[in-house]
């Protein structure tokens, strides 16, 4: 998972990408920002569309290291 931001997209110009490794499915939400929060909005979201990963990687930037972001993915089991 990973963050890109374009400008043009306006209010939601955070995109937050995943990437399923084994498939190459992407998927991706424009959201308003980059916190934790906005990270657990994104993987719910993909957690509705493609089901729960066996593991998560993350390039370990702040919204993905926060506490609030920790507690979330132990709420669905997913380290």
């Known amino acids: 998972m990973d963050v890109t931001h374009i400008p043009e997209f306006g209010i939601l110009k955070?995109?937050?990408?995943?990437?399923?490794?084994c498939s190459?499915?992407?998927?991706?939400?424009?959201?308003?920002?980059?916190?934790?929060?906005?990270?657990?909005?994104?993987c719910l979201e993909?957690?509705?569309?493609?089901?729960?990963?066996?593991?998560l990687k993350t390039d370990n930037g702040p919204a993905y290291t926060a506490d609030l972001s920790s507690v979330s993915r132990a709420q669905v089991r997913c380290m």
Do not use: C, F
């Open 24 to 42: 190459g499915v992407i998927h991706a939400t424009p959201l308003s920002g980059e916190k934790a929060r906005n990270v657990i909005a994104h």
């Open 14 to 21: 955070y995109v937050h990408v995943s990437v399923d490794t």
């Open 46 to 55: 993909a957690l509705a569309a493609w089901g729960m990963p066996q593991q």
